[in-house]
């Protein structure tokens, strides 16, 4: 059977469109333009999106790892929402968004030959979501098709390897990196660093890794340049794919 094309186009943090199995996806929309957003913990957004919400078209569902922080739905993201065929994120988002459908981990929507399972996630260290809120990580799978995980804003390694243990063999990773860090669980961060990416990377076999949520945002602890050496000093490079932002990244 011959595999549809999967390519990836990074909008700009945590905001890519996938195209899997002849489906559009797109992931945690945020198209607001530089802004800082006022709150407990303020937060600044530094760059624009590559491409603004005409310009990514029509898109068949969302993967939304959770709707509570503005990097990963802001304004414009949710009036993107009605225009999209399904909203795929966490039970909590469905009881504060209209039109999410929400998932538990393990929990599977299927679009077509598309299965959609909602995994694990944990927006910081152990005991975050009291304050973090509930996040969810996602599996794309069909029939001939690679499997690809989509991490979410997780922080947590040993996650990553009962996921990867639970559903077998992921062929694509996309880590939502940067060592995201507002200071609230100290030197913990909210989501992967260079380190554990690397080690997150080794727990998924040899899968193709895909950093995003990596730039853009001034509570980012690392650089993405610091995770592409790091990777290159554990022998990885070969295994890493960095996209560039408007530009599809075929997988």
């Known amino acids: 059977m011959t595999q549809n ?15 899997y199995a002849g489906l559009r996806l797109l992931t945690d929309p945020t198209f607001d333009a530089p802004q800082t957003y006022p709150g407990g913990i303020p937060l600044h957004k530094l760059t624009g999106p590559a491409l603004d919400a005409d310009a990514v078209g029509e898109i068949d569902a969302v993967l939304l790892s ?7 739905l802001d304004e414009a993201g949710r009036a993107f929402l009605p225009r999209a ?9 469905e009881d504060r968004v209209e039109g ?36 969810t990580g996602f ?17 947590s390694v040993a996650l990553v390897t009962a996921i990867a243990e639970r559903i077998g063999r992921i062929d694509v990773a996309v880590l939502f990196a940067g060592a995201a860090n507002v200071g609230r669980f100290g030197d913990a961060d909210l989501t992967l660093n260079a380190r554990t990416a690397v080690e997150a990377a080794r727990e998924l076999g040899d899968a193709v890794i895909v950093p995003v949520h990596a730039e853009g945002w001034h509570h980012f602890s690392e650089t993405r340049e610091r995770l592409v050496r790091e990777f290159g000093y ?13 530009v599809p990244l075929p997988l």
């Not at 094309?5 to 890519?16: E, F, I, N, R």
């Not at 959770?66 to 990963?72: A, G, L, T, W």
């Not at 065929?85 to 988002?93: D, I, R």
């Open 66 to 72: 959770h709707d509570q922080h503005p990097d990963n």
């Open 234 to 246: 554990a022998g990885l490079s070969d295994r890493l794919r960095v996209p560039e932002a408007g």
């Open 100 to 135: 999410v459908t929400g998932l538990a981990p393990w929990q599977t929507h299927r679009i077509g030959d598309v299965e959609i399972t909602a995994v694990p996630a944990l927006h910081g260290p152990e005991g975050a979501e009291e304050l973090s809120g509930t996040v």
């Open 139 to 155: 599996v794309l799978s069909a029939p001939g098709e690679r499997v690809v995980y989509v991490s979410g804003d997780n922080a």
């Open 5 to 19: 094309p999967l390519t990836l186009t990074l909008v700009g943090g945590p905001t890519a469109v996938i195209d």
């Open 85 to 93: 065929g399904v909203v795929l994120s966490t039970p909590e988002a």
